[in-house]
Every structure is written in C-alpha cells, then in structure tokens.
C-alpha cells in the first residue's frame, strides 16, 4: 500500500500503462526575438559581404592615397622671366589642421556633416532623411554623402552619378575610417577638395580668395569658403556674389546652432565685410593671357603636363599701361562719360610689351583690344597721306581747306570755318576732313584700302568715299601693328606674345624664333620720312599736343567718330607704338571726347611713365623737328576739340547724299 500511496489518478498515468512523453510548450517572446535577431543578422552579414566581393572588385588602387594628381598648369613669364601668371589647378602645401582657428574645420562639419564624428562612414539617418525627401519630391533635392564619401570621391572616383559608383565610394569611405582617424579624415579633405577657381585645398582657396593663409581666415571668410562646397561654381563668391553671401549666412546659423561659435561671434561676423580678390596677386595682364592662352594650345595641342610660356610682355611697362587707363578713367574719363578703354603697345618687331583689353577684367572679361572693331574715325587718315605721299604728293604741296562734294557726299569740318590754302602736313596735323577725303578721291578709295591692309589691317575695308574719314571698323590691335611700320623703318609687323613654350622639364615645344623669314618693307622713301614729318606735327601743333613727351621724339594720329562714339590716339618713337582707344560698350556716345583728350591723355601718361626706361632710338627717318612758337596755328585750332571724323556709327545708316558703303565686316 505504500507504494501505491501517493500517487494521484491523473500524473503518470497514460493509455497503454507506457512511459509518459515531455509537454510541447510554445517558444517564448524573448526566444524569438533573440532567434530572429541573429537571422537577420546572418544574412545581413552575409549581404554585407556580397555587397563588398561585389563591388570592391575593381576599386581603384588606394596606395597612392597622398599622390596628388591634377590637370597640368600653364605659368605665364614676361621677357625678363618674371611670373605674368597661372592658368590651371592651383595646390598649395598641406595645412596642418591644428594651425586653423577652430571654427575653421567646424564650418565644413557643420554645413556638410554633423554627424562626423559618430559615424562609421556613411550616415544612415541622413540616408534615411534624404531617401524621404527625394521621394517626397519626386526627384533628387538632397544629398547624404558624408564628409568621408566626399573625400573617397574626391580621392578615387569619377563625378559620374551611377549606382556602382554611389557603391564604391560607400566600401572607400568605410575603408576610409579603418585606415584613418577622424583628424586625419578631416585634414585630407580640406587639403584636397576643390573649391572653384582653380584652387585645390584650404589653403590654395584662402589665398585665392583672400590673399591671406588659411592659419588667418576669419569667421566670415571661413563660412564662405565652406558654402562652396555646394557648389564650386553657382556659389563662386567673385562669380555669383549675392549667392554665396546667403549660402555663408546659412554656414554661420548652422555654426551657431552647433555651438561651433557664439551668436555673438555670427554678429561680429555679419558687421566684418569679407573682401573678396578678383584676381590673384600673382595673376597679372588677364586680358593678355587671355589673347595667348587660346593659341599655346593651337600650337602645341591641350597640355599632358606642366608648360612654360615664355612671353613678349614687359610687366613694368604693363603696369604703366594699366596705371595710366585707370588713372583717366577714374579721373577726368568719368566726367566725359568714358567707360571703357583699350591700350596696346608694341616693339618694332610686333612683340606686344603691353596689353590691356578693358577698364576692369573682374567686371568685364570681353578683351576691346583684340575683338572689339570700332570704328577708325581720323586716325585711319595717315593711310591716305601714305597712298598720297607714294602717288607722288608732298608735306609741303599747297592744298586748299574748302566745301567739298564727292558724288552726292559732302564731308564736315570739326570746325565751323574753313582754313583756305594749307599744306598736306597742316591738314594732316589739324585733321581736316575736306582734304582728307578730296585727296583719297584723287588717290582712289580701293588704294587707300591696300595701302591699310599692306601695313597690318586685317579687317575688311569698305570703299565709300566716307572711309577716307575712318567709316572702317578695325581693333586696337590692328591699328597698332599697323602704324608699327612708320616707326621702324617701314618693315610689316604682325603682332605677337608668344616667344617660346617648353614643359617644366625644359623641352622646348615651340620657338617663335626658329623660322623668323625675312622682313618686308611696306613703306619705301621718301613716303616713309614724308609721313614722320607730318605725323610729329600732330604732336607739335596739331590735335595731339597733349600727347607729347618732353625729350622724346613722337608721331601718331588722333580719330573721333561721328557723335563722340570712339575716340583714338595711335603713335610712335624709335621701334616703340602704342594704340589707345576710349568709347563705351554699348556705342553709345560720350560726352564731348575726342582723340585729342581722353586717349591722348592716356598715351602720354603711359609713354611718359615708360619711355625713360626703354631707351628708344629717334624715328628713323628725317629730322627731329623744334618746339613750335606759341602763335602757331596749333594753338588757334585747339588740340582739345581739332578733330572729327564725320563719318556716321557703325549702327547707323549712310546719311541719305552718301553713296552707298559696304556692310561692316562681321
């Protein structure tokens, strides 16, 4: 009995009298979290290794990760070897990261990555973000790449917006942060993104933009640095002002809300203007690299590594150049309404000493001396003298100052009177206009025309009788090399800025002065001494006088077209011209300026500056002429207002007495 005591009707008892079998229970909630858990994981494991087998296969090769690799760069040098400028990728050496004020770095965490610092690469909850956003949007409006994809792109990878590249540069930045602390993260990106303008690296932009190293950047100038990093180009703070200036204002809210910098410290930057350079100090003449950039790679083909041009211009003379344009322009010039000016200078050779195609190259990179045509005005007149001279006139030959009709065109004096009997050289020197255009109908229009186009002028010619006036749209340029023949002896100039381009190694790709050929004469005698003596008149006692450099021998020309719309000086000494035009861009008239004043300004403040130091010979041919007396007749006829062409604007029509011209060229 007691061993069948104890034992209640219902455990152990089963049909069959056989062994009981354990209860099947269900799996607790933990159990399951747990078991599908390390499912999950499993295969996120396993997907996360197919994801890198997959696209680590043809990564590019990170061993060079401190190579620098860039699009070779130009360097630009005068004649004497002095840098001119750069044109290409601009690097400087590597800023340590410790040597920048604090907001510096912040700036860049604080507008592209806050999360830097918790992340392993890539952010998943800026993923998240920029997924619902793109997806709210319909299209792509944000971007989620961290400052270490960022890096990996710049570093290893093409721009180019595919899902292998996307890809990779998430396995890059994760290898990325194994590889590197996040210090050194942060300092290779700073060193190496690119920030507009040609300038890789803090610390290539802070002195491109600020002339200054990145170690003195301000809270400002820092915020603005970092705000390109949106956009190089659209937030360009010399390109795109107003926008960069709202991009910063959004850097330095998101610096505050950081606590990178005190609300105070957004204040003081906000009252602190940011100055921006347009150029960089070593970045001189741009119209002039301008003008030759083009054609170094016509002639040696796009650069495979670093080059050296060896330039014709002479940066102290240049300077003179750029000095003496601004000088009147903001002087005198902004009374007279003169906006833009051009000036050219050249040896007798053609090498172009100086170059300056515009009053401003940040406001306006359109170059006036090389593209601009406008037209001559009086300043053509020396091309009828020629043609006259070599037909067999003389300076001294009487002619006579009265009304004239050629056909049914009757040209006007600038002056209301007529002078009566005069020389050629008087009439040449007071630029009058009767003379000029009866003596280019004696001559013929068309011999006028290859007489310009033999000494240099390459535009097209019309052969109205009006051209005689300057109704001829020519450049700067142009005129310069043209008139380059009365100062050296009468031999062709073709004006020119490359001497010679060689690599950085010293082989030399192109030399100008391999195959020079022989010169050629384009102005014979007596023609060439005939026309330097009625050229320097126009300096002594002609419309020019303001032109003129003590102690120098001088000659040129004056032009003013119809309405004051262009006015002109071009002269010359010994192997040295200059061209110097004044007008306004959208041809509208200015207000009373003939070559007489603004241009004539101009030269003489250029040539007075640069003269002394070019050691110029005399003019070839003739003699040196004396002061005048001051009762001349160049002080009856003011070199002030002595000069008008009469011949209409290129925009508009003959006057209706006029026969017809042809179009201008272009």
Known sequence: MANGQGRGPGRGDRS???????????????????????????????????????FAIDLPDTSKIFDVTRQPSISYLDRSGSQVAVRGSQFSPP????????????????????????????????????VFADARAGHTVQGASTITQQLARNLFLTPDQTVRRKAQELVLAVWLETKFSKKQILSLYLNRVYFGEGAYGIEAASQRYFNKPAKELTVGEAA???????????????????????????????????????????????????RVSVNMPNQ????????????????????QEDLVVETTLDLPTQSNAETAVHTVLDGSGKARGVQQAALVALDGQGRIRAYVGGADYGASQYDRASLAQRQAGSSFKP?????????????QEMTVDEPVTIGNWT????????????????????????????????????NVARTAHRLGITSSIQTAPSMALGAVEVTPIEMAQAYSAFSNGGYLTRAYGIERIRTASGKVLYDHNLSPGPRVTVIGQPALSEMTEMMRQVLVSGTGTRAAVSGFDLAGKTGTTSDFRDAWFIGFTGG?????????????????????????????????????????????????????????????ISGAVGDESGAPPPSSPPPAAAPPAAPPPG
């Open 576 to 636: 040295f011209t200059a061209a110097v035009w004044t007008g306004r861009d959208d041809n509208t008239p200015m207000h009373g300026v003939t070559g007489g004043t603004a241009p004539a300004e101009i030269w003489h403040a250029f040539m007075a500056a640069s003269l002394p130091r070019l050691n110029v010979q005399p003019i070839p041919g003739g003699t040196v002429p004396a002061a005048p007396a001051r009762d001349t007749i160049g002080d009856l």
């Open 284 to 303: 001189n003449a741009q119209y002039f690299v301008d003008f030759i950039d083009q054609q170094v790679r016509d002639l040696v083909g796009q650069p």
């Open 16 to 54: 069959g009298g056989g062994p009981s079998a354990p209860a099947r229970r269900g799996r607790s909630l933990l159990g399951a979290l747990v078991y599908w858990t390390l499912v999950v994981g499993v295969w996120a494991l396993i997907g996360i290794v197919a994801f890198f087998a997959v």
């Open 95 to 130: 800023v340590d990261l410790d040597q920048l004020p604090p907001y510096v770095p912040a700036a860049f965490v604080s507008i592209e990555d806050q999360r830097f610092y918790h992340h392993f690469g890539f952010d998943v909850i800026g993923m998240a973000r920029a």
């Open 224 to 274: 603005l640095l970092a705000g390109l990093m949106k956009g190089p180009s659209r937030y360009s703070p010399v390109s795109a002002t107003d926008r960069a200036e709202r991009r910063a204002t959004i850097v330095l809210d998101k610096l505050v809300e950081t606590k990178a910098i005190t609300p105070a410290q957004r204040d003081q930057a906000f009252q602190q203007p940011v």
């Open 411 to 446: 040209p006007h004096n600038f002056e209301p009177r007529f002078l009566g009997p005069i020389t050629l050289e008087t009439a040449l020197a007071q630029s009058i206009n009767t003379v000029a255009a009866r003596l280019a109908n004696q001559v013929g229009t068309a």
């Open 383 to 395: 091309f009828v003298y020629l043609t006259a001279m070599e037909a067999g006139h003389t300076p």
